[in-house]
Every structure is written in C-alpha cells, then in structure tokens.
C-alpha cells in the first residue's frame, strides 16, 4: 500500500502547467534532446555530399566574398585587424544564429508527426535546432582558432570573458528560435519570411563592418539587437579590438532576457494546442 | 487494493470547426489588424463545437479498459488527452503512475538511419530511459524479428518489418499505465497474434491499460471494462459484453423489411407498386444473419396492369461498395392482377461479414426496368466465430465460402 501512496501523481488541466514543472519534464526527457540532435547532425551529415566540411565550408565561402567585395573593393575599416579574420570572427557566431533561426522556423512542420502522436516537453522542438547548431559552431570555431596564428592575432587574457558571449549567442539563438517556431505553427505563412528576416538582421549586426561606423548616439538603440554585442564580444575577446562600451551591451543583455521570457511565455500558451493546428 | 489510476472529471474539448483551415495566416491576421485596428486580432467570429463534453470516468489500477463508440464519437480525442498530445478545454485529469502511449507504430522513425539507430530513437520519444532501451534491446529485435536487418537503414525496410519493430518497441514499454490506439490491426495475420498475444500479457500484469478499438472481438478478450463514448459523451460503461451487445445494438439500424398497406401511396408506377420487401435467415427468421445463415429475400407486388411481363433482379452491394451478387428471374412470365410474391434465397457459407444493401429491379419483357430501388434493404452478415483459431482481426476477402481443405501425403 505504501508503495501505491508513493505512485507517480500527474495532472493534466487546461493551459499550461508551472514552469517549474515543464522544466523537471525537461530534464527528465534530456536524452530526448541528445537522440534529436544526434538524429538531425547524422541525417544532415548523411545527405550531403561535402558532410562536416559543410560546417566548416559555409564561413568560410562567405568570409572570402565579404573580404572581396567589403575588405578590398569598398576599403571598409576593420579596427585594425586584417580584414578576413575580422569577417570570420564575426561569421562564426552569427552563422550559429542564423541556422537557429532558420532550423526553428522549420522544425515544427518537420516534426509535426510526432507531435500529433506523442506527448514530450515542446520546447524540445526549438531546443534541437540550438544544439544541432552549436555542433557546427565548434567546428567553425576550431578554424578560427587554427587561423588566429596565421593572421598574426594572439589572443590576450581577455578570452576568458569568452563564455560569456559564447551564452549570450546561445540564449539569443534560443531566445529567437522559440519566437519562431510557435509563430510558424500559429501562422503558416510565417515561415516564408524567415530568410527576408535573416539577411535584413545580418545587415543591421556589424559583421561586413565594425560597429564603430554606427554615430554615437545610436549605439545604444543599436544595442538593443543582441548580435551585435555578440559579434562586437567575440572580436574584443579573440582578436584584440577595442573595448565595446558597457552601456549598449548591458542593453543587449536585457533584451535577450526579454525576448527569451517572452518567447517561452507565448510557446507555452499555445503548446496544448500545437497537436490541433499543426 | 482497488486504487484508481485514472480520474477523470468533466473533461471537454472543443474545436474550431474547420470550413477554413485550421491554423491561421499572418497576411490575414496582418490585414485584419489593418482593416479595424481598434478591433481585438482575435475578435472574428468563429464556430465551435465540443468534440468531448463533460466525460467523467474512473479507472481501476491493473485494469484493462476498452473505449468503444462509431467514429467521430470521440474516443481518440480522448486518448489524445490522456496521452497528453492535446490539452483539455475544460475539466481535471488526475493519472497515477508513468504513463507510455502507443497511439501509431513506428512514429517518429527516420527513414535514413538504421534499424538499431531507430530503436534507441523511437525508444526515447516514448520516454524511455538509453539505459532502459539498451536492457530491453535484444527482447525488442526478437520479437520484431529484424535481427538480420539491424544495421539497415529502415528505408529498406519491407512495411510488415517496419511496423513489427514499431509495435515491439512500443510494446516493451514499461509504464504503468499504457494508452492503446487501434494497433491490433498492423502487420500480417500471425504477427496480429503475437501482438495480441503481448496485449493479453501486458493487460494481465498488473498495468492499467487503454485500448481503443472498432474490433469489439478484441476488446471483449482483452478488457474487463468497457467504456461506451456516444458523440462526445460517455453513454454507458460497465462489463464488456454487455456494453458491447448494447453498442452493436444501436448501431445496426438496419432497414431488414419494409412495408406499405395502401397501394395509393406505395412506391411504384401505373403498372406494379411495392408492398412489402423482407430479408431474414432462411431458417430460423428473428436469429442473427451469420457467415453461415442461408438468407431468404422475399418481395411483394401488386400487379396493376393484367397481363404484365415481369423479371426480377437484385444486385448485392457490400459496404466498399463492391457488387458481390448479381442475379434475377429473367422469365418475363406474365402476371394477373393482385398481389404476387416473389422469393429467393442467398445460400449460406457465401457472404463475408458485413454490412450489404440490396439493390431490387423490376424489368419488363424486354428487361428494361420498369421500377428500381438503389437500397430497397440493408442488412448485416456477423462472424460466426467458429473456424478462426483465435484469430480475431478482419477476415479479408469479398466472399466467404466454405472451402474444403485436405492433406495427404503421396508415397
């Protein structure tokens, strides 16, 4: 009898239950997590014929053409570092990002299966495509690091603030990919959007440029797009650029914050009802 | 002893209904912002309706429980909300124990990776632990049958391998309670078995388990209980035979005769018109119409015109909607006026079991028809349940004659 009294109790109501709750159901579904991600590298990996290189290939393409078209033709300054390293650094990151934000717009609809069939934590479903990504940026950041010395940048102690922008693009990347997925699922159309979304966002984050062409008086509005401060981070940290200001950092800091509890808070509203419109 | 493992109380669910998609558009939520922007985005008038309302049930811990009720009744909603794919509307669910679900075998299968790959994957949507997997593993891949094609990817896999290993994983789920979805009916004739067999194994271990089902066969041999859901609501509950005799009761509303006592207002025309069409067993007229039943159709006519030259004809539909008989009295004797009978009989151990509508045609000398009717009568064949060796699935095919079989061994 004791061991019935100590049986399992849960309980299912309209609208969702306590974060609390959600997050202990997560940690209890973590290999979950682990087999989705596992399950879209291997699959991704599979199908394509340059396989890892792609991760490492991407960056590196685009750092060839940004130091082409901005480096040598439109002579854009990069605070004092060689242009292509400048580029890459910035690339790294935000490649990350980018896919984050692309994956989660599809991962609903490719996962609308077993969504329909079987109950586990939805917000597995925008936390995949995070560490699906993450795997690509290690790739792209072991090319980093092995170009660092050729470009004659050593890195100083301040690479130890590195985890910390290195969280801040894993959040942002979270943050943006839980907005979107639920917003796809909501609205279909949505998702023909997302790479008009991705380019416009690539240009208002200094990546072709250093942020010191933004006037003064914008830096801080400038902050409140937290990829920038990601990107300004990783090129203080890694190759040596002057200081970013505190202020529009601190700003990014609390807008990813924001996005972030927004974005979990509108996931879950309509997470009992993913099973009916999707 | 008899704790409960599931409570549930007053759950509702509504929907959308869907003349429109269900999901919305942001070009549409954008224009209408646009168009009335003092207007809520969210103020459209929309239609409701409750696809459960106010179900209220208790299950037993270690009971087996069939859910049973025609479609669009309600019962997969229901397992949906147990199962927690889709919340409630309205009303508590309280569930004791860890609860696994097997609503469709093989979810969640990626075509591109191995058959062990999936199993570890599968696995772990189901909510299973590695370790718990890799323990269960070996059971998984012998029940399955797959050993030779583990490292397989499962695009290669034949559909009847594919669903073996989607049921065994599923099936080696040890949770307390277990949510079944109409998967008795996958795979061939001896794996459906097997699974049954499993079922049985797991129903009588001690597990609280769900099925829902349109094989009342196999949900009388594997439940205690059967809950009886009836658009939405629960219409009955209580021991499986009784229920389930009530339930096939409702739904057979079949038209098995049909009468008319004034000829001024029965069908027909100027030259014959119907008084009375019957189908019943040939032998004992109020039993049951079984596989084996030979069955007796008999129409009445009044004849207007003397002198008539008539041939009949009926045409047997079954319910895919496939002409199983065709055949008639093509003798176009003539009639005098006043009543005639006409009768012919269907012998037994030819009809499959099922639901058939006769097709009745009434045709002059030179049979063009002179009056039909494209559902004169509808009536059921049941199983007779001899001959099946425990088998309890569909028998397929569209007749079911009596076929001698023999062995022997030639020297």
Redesign the interface.
Known sequence: MAE?ND?????????ADRIGVEFSRLRE?R??L???VW?DL??RY??TALGVTWAVLQPLATMVVFSVVFGRLAKIPSDGVPYPIFAYCALVPWQMFAFALTESSNSMMQNQ????????PRLIVPLTPVFTAMVDFLLAFALLIAMMPFYGVVPKLTILLLPVFLLLVVLTSFAVGVWVSA?T??????RY?IPFLVQSWMFVTPIAYPSSLVPQKWRMLYGLNPMTSVVEGFRWVLLGTPAPPLMPMLVSGLAVVVILCGGVMHFRRL???????? | MSENAIRASGIGKQYRLSYHPPYKTFREAVARFASAPWRSVRSAPEEHFWALKDVSFEIKQGQAVGIIGRNGAGKSTLLKILAQITGPTEGIVYLWGRVGSLLEVGVGFHPELTGRENIYLNGALLGMKKAEIARKFDEIVAFAEVEKFLDTQVKHYSSGMFVRLGFSIAAHLETEILFVDEVLSVGDLAFQEKCLGKMQNVASSGRTVIFVSHNLMAIEALCQHVIWLERGAVMAEGRPGAIASRYLESVRSFRMETLHEEPQSAPGNEIIRLRRASVRPATHSDAQITTHTSILMEFELWVLAAGARLSFEVQLYNAYGIRVLFTGLFDARSYPEGLVRISARIPGDLLNTGIYRIEFFVLDSAEFPLWTSAELLTFEVADSLDLRNGYLGEWPGAVRANVQWTTEIPE
Do not use: C, N
């Open positions: 019935q049986r399992m109790l849960k309980v299912i109501r309209p609208g579904y290999e979950l682990f087999f989705l399950r291997k699959v599979k199908q299966y077993l969504i329909s069939k079987i109950y586990f917003l699922a909501e609205y279909r159309d949505i959007t997470e009992s009802t993913f099973a009916d419109v999707l």
